[in-house]
């Protein structure tokens, strides 16, 4: 009985909220503002005389050492994503045990 009665309700709410989002969808429409610029409206958003950005400045070709630095933060980047999983299965398994 009282399954019933939510059921009814729930539907009432739901075909009440239903005519009203259509209702107000008919008086929306689409507003944008504009793109805000940084730096006076520049391309880079920067003062060019205080920022030089290099021409080739993510040229892996042509980086120096790059067998060492490409090694190292492939290793970096590999030990990170297998020790934080299990120093964090380790403390957790810690806390568990303590409690």
């Known amino acids: 009985m009282a399954l019933n009665g939510g059921l009814r309700s729930a539907s009432k709410l739901l075909t009440s909220s239903s005519q009203s989002l259509l209702s107000k969808s008919a008086n929306r429409g689409f507003h944008s503002t504009g793109v805000k610029r940084m730096g006076g409206g520049h391309a880079h958003g920067h003062d060019e005389p205080y920022y030089l ?41 810690k806390k568990t045990a303590s409690g």
């Open 53 to 93: 950005h290099a021409k080739h400045m993510y040229n892996l070709d042509r980086m120096k050492h790059q067998k060492l630095k490409m090694s190292l933060g492939v290793f970096t980047a590999f030990s990170i994503g297998v020790f934080v999983p299990v120093y964090a299965v380790i403390f957790q398994q």
